[in-house]
């Protein structure tokens, strides 16, 4: 039975990460290839280290591994939040087909503040902005 159960974890988590390999081959912009590699592959990493788990069936390396998957969970999305983030403020350019993007506008190029709703900066700001993040 225990061996149905590693074979079953580990084989999800090598789907998992084959499939955040194709997403970020096939995903069109750098946001969404953040955001496939992210989800995906923390999630195919969590499965195999509970493969792994079982497969030695030991306290001293099942609490290592709930210690390494927590640390995972908890830093790969905001590290992952912090390249999104430097990549929009350098001008990196969303795919043409995205609909919404809920920064335009916000960001003060002079100054390198982000503004919330309640402080949206001046129109002259606004479209220095723009054409800065166009160019």
């Given amino acids: 039975m225990t061996d149905i159960i590693i074979i079953t974890l580990s084989t999800l988590g090598t789907l998992f990460i084959l499939l955040a390999a194709i997403g970020v081959v096939k995903m069109p912009d750098l946001y969404l290839r953040i955001s496939v590699t992210t989800k995906a592959a923390t999630l195919g990493i969590g499965l195999i280290l509970l493969a792994s ?4 069936n030991d306290s001293a390396i099942t609490a290592r591994v709930l210690a390494i998957i927590v640390f995972m969970l908890l830093t790969a999305p905001v590290g992952a939040h912090m390249i999104g983030r430097a990549s929009y403020f350098t001008g ?3 795919w043409n087909k995205s609909k ?3 920064l335009e506008g916000q960001y003060d190029y ?3 503040k982000l503004h919330s709703e309640d402080q949206k900066p001046q129109k002259n700001e ?3 902005g723009k054409t800065q993040r166009e160019s």
């Fill in 92 to 94: 990196v350019k969303m």
């Fill in 126 to 128: 606004k479209s220095e």
């Fill in 110 to 112: 002079k100054t390198h």
């Fill in 100 to 102: 919404i993007d809920e």
């Fill in 53 to 56: 788990a079982f497969y030695f």
